[in-house]
């Protein structure tokens, strides 16, 4: 009997491996906290490939904004909104296909250069800022996340980005611009963006590069509402459902996890992302028009769009409501896989350089 029951003690004293933590503890306790420049270098990798996948959809959204094209199609109703999605999307192919035969398929990326040396900077500002701040304010709430964190912190991010990359993205716009309508008289046939910029310079001064700023900040609501949204369903629906994923597996699965379960975290990831994207970007979308026909190039010499307020109400009396929502499709089909990309490898980044290598014993 004695010999029997030493086995079973042994077993019994026998130091057991300890149970794997879920995710949320391991995010909690032996996550260190990322660095300024993981944040920087992240944002900045998934800004580039998000901006170059989606750049021709770029220039049609860019293009369908402009009074230019709106003037062409003043006089269009439709009363099925279904039909006129419908309708909208089959115009996004259509100019896309146009662009292509018309000018030459580089120029479906045409404002990539002056795009790229503005999306680069301004998204590893954005997550760098965002990052610290939503360190910096959770400590001011006491140690406590919240929705108000994420917003001040989105807020806090969205101000400083739209302050340093506003020139930028000015000379982006005139030059997906200029050669929609080879027919009208523009004032300007910029060659390439530094023509662009040392024109603006010359005949509009340094205020001139900084156009369209207060269409910006009035578009921080849009990037509030997205990240607000994205830690939302991050936190309640992502994590969740990777807890849920963690706790199903079998002791030996916990060991070495499926790749299939690592899929379909990252799914969740891109998926909250381009809803986050969407439900904002329709929300705020009239400042997307404004802050566009603030930047056009002038016609035939002619500041037309001089303010915000005026070219609201001048929008809003020459071409209605509608105008204030031009482009959206093509704007909707740009920016959502555009988010969802950027915030996939941005999450991608941060994880590689952050989470803990696993053990291999």
Known sequence: ??????????????????????????????????????????????????????????????????????????????????????????????????????????????????????????????????????????????????????????????????ACTNPIWLIKTRMQLQSEHPELKLTHRYKNSFECLTTVLREEGVRGLYKGLSASFLGLGESTLQFVTYEYLKKNIVQRRKEERHARRTAAEKLNPPLSSSAADWLDTFCAAACAKFGAAIITYPHEVLRTRLRQTPENGVVKYKGLVQSFKLIYAEEGVAALYGGMTAHLMRVVPNAAILFFCYEMVVAAFTTPPSSST
Not at 84 to 99: P, Q, R
């Open 1 to 162: 009997m004695a010999s029997i029951a030493r086995p079973d003690a042994a077993l019994a004293t026998s130091p057991r491996p300890p149970a794997s933590p879920p995710p949320s503890a391991l995010v909690a306790n032996e996550r260190p906290k990322p660095s300024v420049l993981v944040h920087f270098a992240a944002g900045g990798f998934g800004g580039t490939v998000g901006a170059a996948v989606t750049c021709p959809l770029e220039v049609v959204k860019t293009r369908l904004q402009s009074s230019f094209y709106r003037a062409s199609e003043a006089n269009i109703t439709y009363r099925n909104p279904v039909h006129a999605t419908w309708v909208h999307i089959k115009g996004v192919g259509s100019m896309l296909g146009t662009i292509r035969r018309q000018e030459g398929i580089r120029a479906l990326w045409k404002g990539l250069g002056p795009n790229l040396v503005g999306v680069v900077p301004a998204r590893a500002i954005y997550f760098a800022t965002y990052s610290q701040g939503k360190h910096w304010y959770t400590q001011l709430n006491g140690g406590r996340e919240t929705p108000i964190v994420h917003m001040f912190s989105a807020a806090t991010a969205g101000t400083a980005v739209a």
